[in-house]
């Protein structure tokens, strides 16, 4: 697989791979399989508060307001 990256971004992840004493490949290697497995929980929790409202499971703006004025509060 070859991957195209920005001047930029190719920097940053170069700047990471010295901080950190890796080659850019772990790095790289380390983004991605951090960027699946939180794009596989995004995908599931919204699979799951989809699920919830069909039920009928939701808060109306109302009670979302109040609790967020309560917070603010606190």
């Known amino acids: 697989m070859e991957v195209h990256l920005t001047s930029e971004t190719e920097a940053k992840l170069s700047d990471i791979a010295q901080r950190t004493q890796r080659s850019t490949h772990e790095v790289l290697e380390e983004a991605v399989s ?3 497995a939180y794009n596989e929980w995004l995908e599931a929790k919204v699979k799951h508060s989809l699920a919830e409202a ?10 979302v307001l109040a609790w967020i004025e309560q ?3 606190s």
């Open 34 to 36: 951090n960027l699946i």
């Open 71 to 73: 917070r603010e509060r």
């Open 54 to 63: 069909e039920k009928g499971h939701v808060v109306s703006d109302e009670e």
